[in-house]
């Protein structure tokens, strides 16, 4: 099971590196999360709570069931109802809960993590700060009961979860709230969703008029896009140097794609 805030309003700690690009990341992260997930031998299916409509019909299109987030009254509530729902289906069913922010999920390394959980009643699996928590399982016929949030490490430590002591699985550990954390899970190499939605953030500077404040970057494929003194205004950027490496914000798409941001690179 995987769960997922309205786009609007997740990942809102990315923001002040990622801007109004945020929205479109936390997609691109649960789409790579859910690929990631379905890909692995030994999940038989990915239960999807939202009631985002635009993440719903994405994260179908890669084969997730989706189901309404009915509760609506936070994380934890949400796995609650979506385990009640998985196992009115399939009462013998081992659950596992996963944050929809891990872009650098690797298949093996999860069904490793999935393989040591399942030797007991609930185990689950500590983020790479060491303080909150990626996956929590839980075998047939014993409750999940999630603790996800904040310090949860502690919490389901002392729920009774067997904690999962694994090295070599840092792509399950990886969650991204942080411009910081952004940049170690795309270290470790990110899912097509999110490599593509990055690559989109990304340009060189390649001309600028400091009279006009406007110039030009040119995208990774090469590709120069002017930009105005709105987009410039916009960074909160004094000088722009060609060859500097900038962060992007757009509208639009194809020969209608226009800048609307462009300031220095920090993620």
Do not use: W
Not at 58 to 83: C, M, Q
Request: glycine share 10%; with cysteine.
């Amino acid at each position: 099971m995987v769960p997922l805030k309205p786009l609007a309003v997740a990942k809102s700690r990315l923001a002040g590196a990622v801007g109004a690009s945020r929205p479109g990341l936390a997609l691109a992260f649960a789409q790579d999360t859910v690929a990631g997930a379905l890909a692995c031998a030994s999940v038989a299916d990915v239960v999807v709570v939202t009631d985002d409509v635009v993440a719903g019909a994405e994260l179908a299109r890669l084969g997730a069931r989706i189901l309404p987030d009915a509760p609506g009254a936070g994380l934890n509530a949400a796995l609650d109802h979506g385990a009640r729902a998985v196992r009115a289906g399939r009462p013998g069913a081992r659950l596992a809960a996963m944050n929809a922010d891990l872009p650098a999920l690797r298949p093996p390394e999860l069904l490793r993590v999935l393989d040591i959980a399942s030797a007991f009643p609930r185990a689950f699996l500590a983020d790479a700060a060491g303080i909150g928590t990626t996956l929590l399982s839980a075998g047939p016929d014993v409750e999940l009961a999630p603790a996800f949030g904040g310090r949860s490490r502690a919490r389901h430590s002392a729920s009774g979860a067997m904690e999962i002591a694994l090295a070599d699985v840092e792509s399950v550990r990886r969650d991204v709230d942080t411009g910081p954390d952004l940049r170690r899970a795309l270290s470790l190499g990110v899912g097509r969703h999110t490599a593509r939605y990055s690559a989109l953030m990304q340009a060189t500077a390649y001309t600028y008029d400091s009279q006009t404040r406007s110039g030009s970057v040119l995208l990774d494929d090469g590709t120069p896009v002017p930009f105005g003194a709105e987009a410039f205004d916009a960074g909160g950027l004094l000088m722009l140097r060609p060859g500097q490496r900038v962060r992007i914000e757009t509208d639009g798409e194809g020969a209608a794609l226009r800048i609307t941001l462009v300031t220095l690179q920090t993620f």
